[in-house]
């Protein structure tokens, strides 16, 4: 497992910044490239087929691997984990994984992200029991045909609002479901959606269409704009805005003023954050990307088969986020709209990468 790296909490002076001053708070872990579902958005899919190259059992990181680098990033000052992919829950050791994760000293949020749709009793009982605090359940529609439509896959909503009532049974201290609007696709399934979940203890958190990866066809007419959906469901239910949970925080809470909950929106192309962006990815191959939108990574996998020490890891890492300079979603927004999307070149998938 490596020398044992101090974890104490860091002192001002030490605190890792990269150049435009950002610290490394946050990792996000893809556990698994693959995925049951085929969402348009994601990984439609015409490319995401047969014969696509997803990586071999062999090449993802082992338990074992992920937690001596959760520990040494979290001697960076990482404090806050999210397990995603690719679909997590595909992932048969993940309670295992989780459990060497939350022993980490330092480590003191471990959320997930999932489709829901192996979400059954008692895995969201057991993923509880090995550490996760925090479940995100992506739902798009309400709908069926609008469903199966985003998801291509045949999979039944029930069993997905079966898996979302599941994790609201198990002790989690939060569960929020997070809907991605495109407009003309799913954009009607707005109100029904803020209908059922007003009044429950599932946060509904509204997401705006993001150009990931290189082949979901992206494009900014069909963002439907976070102050619009605010405006729609302000005319039905009035809301008004409420305070960050805490600093940085990227999704803008809002509370309905009758007392039935709140909704977040997440405005990630019209308001981007990129100014906190204090986030890291890791990907299930053990490459580092320093943003959603990144192009290359470093790849951690070779320093570890190199048997390199905790020490040189964290120099490379310190390293790679003190040159760190992304804000994409930012340069985006000032680009022209003859280049909409603003390709830099080819980005890594958002499943292979962790959204
Ligand atoms: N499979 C899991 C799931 O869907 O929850 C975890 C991985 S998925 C890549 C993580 C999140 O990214 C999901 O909430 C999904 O809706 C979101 N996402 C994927 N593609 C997106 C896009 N083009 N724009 C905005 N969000 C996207
Ligand atoms: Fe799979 Fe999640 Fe991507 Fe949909 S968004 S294809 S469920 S990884
Ligand atoms: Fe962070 Fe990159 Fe997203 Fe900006 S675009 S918020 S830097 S991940």
Redo the contacts with the bound molecule.
Sequence with gaps: MGEKIDCKVLAMDDVLTDSLQRPLRDLRISVTDR?????G???PKDI?GKGYPFLKQSSLLSCDQVARLVRIFAGLGVHKIRL????PLLRQDLEELVRKIAEIPGIDDIAL???A?LLSRERALSLNQAGIRRLNI?LDALTPEIYARI?QIPVPLEDILSGVAHALEAPYQAVKINM?VQKGVNDKDILPMVEYFRGSQAVLRFIEFMDVGNHNQWNPEQVFASQDIVSLINRVYPIRPASANYPGEVARRWRYEDGQGEIGVISSVTQPFCGDCARARLSARGELFTCLFATAGFDLKKLLEADASDTEITSQLRDIWGRRTDRYSMERLSRTRSDPSGHRGRKVE??YIG?
Excluded: A, D, P
């Excluded at 995603?84 to 679909?87: P, R």
């Design positions: 995925c049951n579902f085929r969402c958005y994601c990984m995401f995603t992919g690719g679909e992200t999932t489709n749709s992506s998801n991605v958002m499943s959204g």
